[in-house]
């Protein structure tokens, strides 16, 4: 049997650049943190002619064309694994649709585990690519790039996406007491509500793809915020970095009127009056975790716990996409 893991994965700035109807045109900017919250894809073989594949249902196929599971499907086909029954398990620590871009992790942790299973290895840069190849060219998904160059790559990385598809990567530089720092003091709190990030990511790729210039204008300016957000963590001023997250949320709430809620609005001026010195949804935004930066965790803690809200703690993950047993 294989075993894979796959991190995901919190946004730190300049989201929303990594469209490709942005960054084909603008170039994108966005900085990225994979997390210890983790998708789990296990492969084994089958001793029966066909696929057995279990998530939130079961699905028997005895061909490829027959399974439901979009991701999966497409994975075979690229691979080359038509006919090559295997059986297919999928868990995850965080539901999805929760904006912690558990969609790009399942889909790295599925192609590395066929590879394992068909014992080969994909280098960390080809896997990001073939995952974006599935999820953006095959499937025609309407979102960016992060979620699989961070979930293959791990750590705390700045991606620079070019027109030519290209992708820079770099870790960000921190020191390590900030690096302690920002992992105390960053908490992240589950809304309730999860959704298809999609369905709103859809909204801005129209309208970047239509040149609209109030898009183009808020994307140029979260990728300038993105570039002083890791300017800020480099040089260990942190606070800095929590009031520029606040000044993300408030632009990038402009790209859609479902990016937020009157219940998600309120509980982020609770948050702000109470310890939080920035925040904003991780995703696309309309539900999932709302993240924020604080110096008085514990005030913050008591009041959304109090709101109702479920906090997730975690610690940053510095292996990325791996293969735990094989």
């Known amino acids: ?59 028997r196929a005895n061909h490829i064309d027959n399974i439901e599971h979009p991701i999966i499907r497409e994975t075979l086909r690229e691979l080359g694994m038509e006919d090559n029954f295997v059986e297919i398990t999928s868990l995850a620590d965080i539901p999805s649709g929760t904006g912690l871009g558990s969609s790009g992790s399942f889909t790295t942790a599925l192609i590395k585990a066929l590879y394992a299973y068909n014992n080969q290895i994909i280098s960390t840069r ?51 007491e900030t690096l302690f720092n920002l992992e105390d003091n960053i908490v992240l709190f589950f809304t309730g509500y999860s959704r298809a990030a999609s369905s709103i990511l859809k909204e801005q790729d129209d309208r970047s793809r239509e040149d609209n210039e109030d898009m183009t204008k808020n994307l140029h300016f979260v990728k300038d915020i993105g570039k002083q957000s890791i300017a800020a963590l480099e040089s260990g001023d942190l606070l800095r970095f929590g009031e520029l997250m606040n000044v993300h949320w408030e632009y990038k709430k402009q790209r859609s009127n479902d990016m937020s809620n009157s219940r998600i609005n309120e509980w982020y001026e609770v948050a702000m009056k109470n310890g939080a010195i920035g ?35 975690f610690k940053f993950d510095f292996e990325g996409t791996k293969v735990v047993i094989h």
């Open 1 to 59: 049997m294989i075993l894979v893991r796959s991190p995901l994965r919190i946004s730190l700035g300049g989201g929303g650049t990594d469209l490709p109807s942005y960054y084909k045109k603008h170039t994108g900017f966005l900085i990225s943190a994979a997390i210890d919250k983790y998708v789990y894809i296990t492969v084994h073989k089958t001793f029966v002619n066909e696929y057995i594949i279990k998530y939130s249902k079961l699905e």
């Open 126 to 176: 080809l896997l990001a690519e073939t995952a974006c190849k599935i999820e953006l060219e095959r499937l025609g998904e309407p979102i960016g790039k992060q979620d699989q160059y961070i979930a293959a790559f791990g750590g705390i990385s700045a991606f620079e996406f070019l027109p030519d598809e290209r992708v820079e990567i770099s870790q960000v530089q921190l020191e390590k």
């Open 279 to 313: 925040g904003k949804l991780i995703g696309a935004g309309g539900g999932g975790f709302l993240m924020f930066y604080t110096e008085d965790k514990m005030k913050l803690r008591h009041t959304l716990m109090n709101a109702g809200l479920v906090e997730v703690r």
